[in-house]
């Protein structure tokens, strides 16, 4: 009798044991330039592969410094300037900030998610009004990240080149540095699931530590 309690006890104590929601995601981390520190973030087995680059434009602050996980069955592309093509068939999480630190607007740390966001919102608009002014989001929303706040959208579609057809765009400020972090699937990609509600669950494991 002691032995079937003491098994039932087992057995109840590992019911109640938290399961992993993705138990086959890998941490990675990225360490960036300027010494600005490493970001810590759980990803799906597909961005099996980083990139890095600097993408430059005629304006000098309008430089950033790119990091991009993606699968390797898709060429590696890294664009520059201000006009941006996806293939038919990618998805990817690209990390920037700016290259030179003394142009980032936010140095001054005068980052607000909840204005940002808006901002963010605007500036959608002002580019496309016929699209984006009657825009029903999927998400739309300020969240803390392990003690960062952060600004996050995600609409249900984009019709024009430089922003694909499934996207997550999140930013923060991190010791006065603005961080982006872009997550985007072209339409045909062969992705299982729901990649704007993976995104969003990837984006809540972000750490950022200084160096």
Known sequence: MKYCLYLL????IISCKPKTAHPN???RSIKLTKNLGTVHIKLIPDFDTLHDWGNFTDYTCGAKQMYRYQSKQYPI????GFIKHYPDSFFSLTISHVWRLKCDSNSK???DADSDLKQCI???IEINPQFYRHLKF????KITINGLDFAVISPFK?????LPNNSLLAFTCYHKVMIDFTFIKTGKSPYRG???SDAYDMLKTVRIERD
């Open 9 to 12: 006890l087992l057995l109840f």
């Open 25 to 27: 995601w890998k941490e």
């Open 77 to 80: 592309k890294e664009e520059s």
């Open 109 to 111: 740390g005068t980052f």
């Open 122 to 124: 605007q500036d959608l």
């Open 138 to 141: 999927k998400i739309c929303k």
């Open 158 to 162: 984009y019709n024009w080149d430089t």
């Open 194 to 196: 729901d990649f704007v």
